[in-house]
């Protein structure tokens, strides 16, 4: 079966090239984009404005490729990717009841680089460095004071703590953002998961579609690709982060088999109108094959009370949403409990209440209705 053009020298050779384009890509889109504080000063940024961002960015690490810098509109101070990854002296301000570990993951760590509160799921921190810092990060603690990257030996523990734990079904990469690591890396970090018989699927946590879509190659697909079933879960939280670039990155993912999610944080002045999750939830859907998974109201991260709404506000959007919006393009909006309670949803609830088989619910109009249960023996 070969021929000239399907040796397996010609084909990796042609391989070769193409990586090292991609390569290439997203690494220049890394390195003209904001990698330092000092990287600040080449923003369209007024002199008040830029002494402001570097204060707050002394306190919390900034960085932006070059690809998301450029969604910015500099003209509206108000921006919603601007708000994202801008550093803000509103980041200085703390409020009451803020805190470093608002989920508690920390409480829940038997072994190093490893969470685990559920029984049959586990969360693995193979780095803890981002391709982009997100401003209302509610790891952003624990990225500041641990910031380490990934080497396989920080992993063993968990990875034996994994194998000795038959009820785990899903290990979970987060981070810091576990496609900001290379190719190598990613291929070691299955392998081991996959080799662990009980181990069923692989999720991975990231903003690499949407902050660096160009790392998104062949090679990274294939590193991932194996004996596990592979869900990447995505974190786009505005209309405007659906380019050609992230729709080609989605693509790739898809047609390399993996299933794809997507959570959004709620957030004041970024993503809190029905305009604006109504356009992201059905584009993500509809354009990008993602389909919103959650919807989490704002953690209480320190220094992001400006970006937080009340639950009341999240009930309406959601509400709002669930008219507007066929099921599967509908998130389910939930809360992380900060004592380590989990995630549960918050949405309105439709139940009004209940007498004996008789239960009142809230039709999607409005209009409350009696539903008499009818069950066999
Ligand atoms: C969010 C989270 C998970 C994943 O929860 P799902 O509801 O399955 O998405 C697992 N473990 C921890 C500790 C978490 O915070
Ligand atoms: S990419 Fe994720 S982990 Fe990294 S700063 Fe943004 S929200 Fe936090």
Request: hydrophobic residues 40%; aromatic residues 6%; contains cysteine.
């Amino acid at each position: 079966m070969t021929s000239e053009l399907n040796t397996p020298d010609a084909v990796d050779h042609e391989r070769d090239a193409a990586w090292q384009n991609d390569i290439r890509q997203w690494q220049d889109d890394v390195r003209q984009g904001v990698r330092h504080v000092r990287d600040l000063a080449a923003l369209p940024l007024s002199p008040a404005e830029r002494a402001a961002a570097q204060a707050a960015a002394a306190r919390h690490k900034v960085r932006i490729p070059k690809t998301y810098l450029d969604l910015i509109d500099w003209n509206d101070p108000a921006d919603p990717i601007r708000a994202q990854v801008i550093p803000s002296p509103r980041e200085l301000v703390e409020a009451e009841g803020e805190l470093d570990d608002p989920i508690a993951d920390d409480e829940f760590s038997p072994v190093p680089r490893l969470t685990h509160r559920h029984a049959d799921r586990v969360l693995l921190f193979p780095t803890y460095q981002c391709a982009v810092y997100c401003r209302f990060c509610f790891r952003k603690e624990t990225l500041t004071s641990i910031g380490r990257g990934y080497s396989q030996g920080a992993l063993e523990p968990a990875f034996a703590y994994i194998a000795a734990h038959p009820e785990i079904r899903e290990v979970i990469l987060t981070g810091g953002d576990p496609l900001s690591l290379p190719d190598k890396a990613l291929a070691e970090i299955r392998t081991r998961i996959e080799a662990i018989a009980h181990v069923r699927l692989l999720r991975i946590h990231t903003r690499v579609p949407v902050a660096l879509p160009s790392r998104i190659t062949a090679g990274l697909v294939r590193s991932l690709q194996g004996r596990l079933m592979v869900s990447v879960v995505t974190h786009f939280n505005h209309p405007r982060e659906i380019t050609d670039a992230t729709e080609q990155a989605c693509r790739t993912l898809r047609q390399g088999g993996f299933v794809l999610l997507n959570q959004s944080v709620l957030l004041k002045g970024v993503n809190d109108t029905v305009e604006a999750l109504e356009e992201l939830c059905r584009e993500l859907m509809y354009r990008l094959g993602v389909k919103p998974y959650y919807l989490h109201h704002g953690d209480l991260a320190r220094g992001m009370a400006h970006r937080r709404t009340t639950i009341a506000e999240g009930q309406a959007l959601v509400a709002a949403l669930r008219q507007r919006l066929s099921g599967i393009c509908n998130p389910v909006y939930v809360l992380d409990l900060p004592d380590g309670g989990g995630k549960v949803p918050i949405g309105p609830c439709h139940v009004e209440g209940r007498d004996g088989e008789s239960w009142r619910i809230r039709g999607q109009d409005g209009a409350v209705r009696v539903y008499a249960e009818v069950v066999g023996e």
